[in-house]
Each structure stands twice: as C-alpha cells, then as structure tokens.
C-alpha cells in the first residue's frame, strides 16, 4: 500500500511541476538555491515533472497490482509483482 502511495505522490508533485514550473521555481529559489546555473529553469522543471509523471505511473500501477493480488489472494498479480520488483 505504501508503495502506491508512493507513486501517486510522484505523480502529484510531476503534474504540479508541469503545470506551474514558475511556482515551483520561485519555491526553490526561496529555499536559499541559486537556479541561475541551470539557465532556463521553467525547462529543467517541466522535465523533471514529466519524468516523475511517468516513473510515479509506474510505480502506482506496480504497486496496485501488489495491493489488489494480496487483498484478493490473486496469484497472477502476485506473481507479477514478484517478477517485476526483481
């Protein structure tokens, strides 16, 4: 169950990185960090947000087969996981 919480939180924070980089780059810079050596920040924001889109969609989906094959005592999801998770 922790493990698709997991990815849903990745998948927020990816989907609040691509919808509002500013924001988020002024909460970074807030922080005391100096974006100024990465160059176009809204960018590398909009990057970083889309990679943890796809890596949090897999995570979930990972983690929703584990949830629902030990609930239901599915074997196929189970055995899924295992292969996956290896």
Not at 17 to 36: E, H, I, N
Not at 56 to 77: H, K, P, S, T, Y
């Amino acid at each position: 169950m922790y493990f698709q919480l997991l990815g849903l939180l990745m998948l927020a924070f990816g989907i609040a990185m691509v919808a509002a980089p500013d924001k988020v780059a002024s909460a970074v810079r807030d922080t005391g960090a100096d974006l100024s050596i990465l160059g176009d920040a809204s960018y590398i924001i909009k990057a970083a947000g889309i990679f943890m889109i796809v890596l949090g969609g897999i995570v979930a989906i990972i983690g929703a087969f584990g949830f629902f094959g030990a609930c239901c005592e599915n074997r196929c999801l189970l055995i899924t996981v295992s292969i996956v998770c290896r």
